[in-house]
């Protein structure tokens, strides 16, 4: 029996499947790659309801990458997975920042991980970036959270 495809090869074929054609329901690999990263995140967040940034990269005609905020990233992913199999969209990766300590400072850094999306990709929207690179906005989001939290220090 061969073995399970690894992660890697799972959001490879995801991507390649959803870019060359809107389907709907979604095929099976395609939701059995989003459960995968969903049971990951969910292992990777504690039970506090602290504002976080989650990154999302999108598959599709137009893949995408989403960088957001929320008090309950969980829900707010799997929500999003939601409108994304409505539009023929899959969720290839996720990824979630540490915790920050209040809104207004998780509203400044979601704004500045947006701005600096901006300078190399195409916005789709607010939140979204046309053609966007997963691994830059898992660092935009980061270094703006660590940024935001440097200053709530002082």
Avoid: N
């Amino acid at each position: 029996m061969p073995a399970p495809p690894t992660l890697k090869e799972l959001q490879v074929e995801v991507r390649e499947l959803l870019r060359a054609a809107a389907v709907f329901p979604p095929p099976a690999i395609v939701r059995r790659l989003q459960h995968r990263i969903l049971s990951r995140v969910d292992d990777e967040l504690d039970g506090t309801d602290h504002p976080r940034l989650y990154v999302l990269e999108i598959a599709g005609t137009v893949p995408r990458v989403k960088i957001g905020v929320s008090t309950t990233p969980r829900t707010r992913v799997r929500q999003h997975v939601t409108d994304m199999t409505r539009y023929q969209h899959g969720l290839v990766d996720a990824y979630v920042t540490a915790p920050l300590g209040d809104p207004l400072s998780a509203d400044r850094a979601e704004k500045q991980a947006h701005r600096w999306m901006r300078k190399i990709f195409a916005p789709i929207g607010t939140e979204e970036f046309a053609y966007g690179d997963f691994g830059f906005g898992v660092v935009c989001a980061d270094q703006a959270v660590r940024i935001q939290g440097e200053a709530g220090a002082w």
